[in-house]
Nanobody, 124 residues
């Protein structure tokens, strides 16, 4: 079992920044690829960013590429999502997720464990 707890969400003006954190407990964190997903009201959950278990490989949705950065600190069992140049369309509940194995996936169904989510609201 892996427990994930996100934090760092909040209300920010367009153009601002937020840094989300996701702390894991339980099994060996470094054995899991990590992903960030988001879900806006009335919309399906969508992929945002992902990292291999070493952090060597990362991947981003086109909508956030160049603005968001995923990183991880395996010693702290924490994955981060640095979000810059935020836009109102980034408003959503953000979830971190863990997938067993080295490589990430952009499909949410591939992930084994999920956090409870943290709300990000970007005002125009």
């Amino acid at each position: 079992q892996v427990q994930l707890v996100e934090s760092g969400g909040g209300l920010v003006q367009a153009g601002g920044s937020l840094r989300l954190s996701c702390v894991a407990s339980g099994r060996t964190f470094s054995n899991y690829a990590m992903g960030w997903f988001r879900q806006a009201p009335g919309k399906e959950r969508e992929f945002v960013a992902a990292s291999s278990w070493s952090g060597t490989y990362t991947y981003y949705a086109d909508s956030v590429k160049g603005r968001f950065t995923i990183s991880r600190d395996n010693a702290k069992k924490t994955v981060y999502l640095q979000m810059n140049s935020l836009k109102p369309e980034d408003t959503a509940v953000y979830y971190c997720a863990a997938k067993s194995g080295y490589y990430y996936s952009i499909e949410w169904k591939a992930y084994d464990y999920w956090g409870q989510g943290t709300q990000v609201t970007v005002s125009s």
